[in-house]
């Protein structure tokens, strides 16, 4: 009897150490993205990695994957959706297969600044836009700042009638390939890693990046001409697969989501002074030359392209185009 008891004790205290040791291990959170580490995207996701280690010890491990060495940004989400990753943060132009509302951030020339993107973002419409697509798995965190975009091609495009008949790379998005057709260009999808090669050999002949996109890719070594255009926005949102993120305990998702909110303050603090010093970091290279319009040919850009609006104001909603718009003032 004694020694049946004696069996059960060891066996009872094996699986408590057992159970102790798995209680123990961390939580996981693998990080993929698809840029430079130096980008914004890139900064905030070992900025998140530095904060959550320090701050919850050895309840969470976090792993940063950059420049597309887990997934590419055409696997990502579903990685994300099968659970085999934990954060992403693609563009806002990823998630039209999503919601058809979110391609509001795609449309050209709406937002004059990032301080009219920043005044959207926060607004309940913006807030907003972050819960809508939990139905689909998917809970947006917080929206983060890579900047607003350039045109970039081999020929100086002053004016819409410059791009006429050039192949332009562009996301996954319906409203940027309307975006290029109402210039006459020709849109092309294409994935991020795959860009600078398809400009190098002449698959295309153009793109639309931000400058710190342009710099840590090395486009500006394959572009003779950046028209410095601001015409639309290339920003994105970070995200969580919805079933992990409630799965998280109380303490530590409530840890998280105050560390979110202060990276996410601090990557769009720097995006600016980040494109900024890329755009030098162009000019110093030499490579390519930055052309300024003037305030005549912008808005001849903005008139060719102001059309998409209205094309896919069904889809997005005429009130969510009109908050955003009234962002600006």
């Known amino acids: 009897m004694f020694k049946l008891t004696a069996k059960a004790l060891a066996c009872a205290l094996s699986l408590s150490i057992a159970g102790m040791a798995q209680a123990a291990e961390p939580i996981v959170i693998k990080f993929s993205h698809v840029v430079a580490e130096h980008t914004p995207k890139g900064q905030g996701a070992m900025l ?85 697509m939990e139905d689909k798995n998917i809970t947006g965190l917080g929206y983060w700042h890579n900047g607003l975009k350039q045109l970039s091609a081999n020929k100086a495009l002053r004016e819409p009638k410059d791009a006429r008949g050039l192949k332009f790379r562009v996301q996954a998005s319906a409203v940027l390939e309307e975006q290029f057709k109402a210039v006459r260009a020709n849109p092309r999808k294409m994935s991020f890693a795959e860009v600078y090669q398809g400009l190098q050999t002449g698959v295309v002949n153009g793109a639309e990046n931000p400058y710190s996109n342009i710099y840590s890719q090395k486009m500006h070594e394959v572009q003779k001409y950046i028209t410095e255009s601001n015409h639309g926005v290339l920003d994105y949102m970070l995200i969580t697969n919805t079933k992990f993120w409630n799965s998280l305990p109380e303490d530590v998702r409530g840890e998280l989501g105050k560390i979110i909110v202060e990276v996410t303050a601090e990557v769009n603090k720097q995006a600016d002074a980040l494109n900024q010093g890329d755009k030098q970091r162009i000019l110093d290279a030499k490579t390519s030359e ?40």
Do not use: C, H
Not at 60 to 85: C, T
Not at 100 to 111: A, G, H, R, S, T
Not at 304 to 317: D, H, L, N, S, T
């Open 290 to 329: 930055i052309l300024n319009l003037t305030p005549e040919q912008r808005g001849m850009w903005r008139d060719a392209m102001k059309p998409v609006w209205a094309k896919f104001e069904g889809e997005i909603g005429a009130d969510l185009i009109k908050a955003a718009d009234a962002a600006n003032q």
């Open 48 to 132: 998140f990695k530095k904060l959550a280690e320090e701050r919850l010890g050895d309840k969470v491990k976090v792993e940063v994957y950059p420049n597309s060495s887990l997934f590419g940004d055409g696997k990502e989400m579903e990685a994300l959706l099968l659970g085999d990753v934990q954060l992403i943060a693609p563009s806002l132009a990823k998630f039209e297969q999503y919601t058809k509302q979110i391609q509001v951030f795609d449309l050209p020339f709406l937002f004059q600044d990032m301080a009219a993107v920043d005044r959207f973002q926060q607004s309940p419409a913006g807030q907003g836009l972050l819960k809508s």
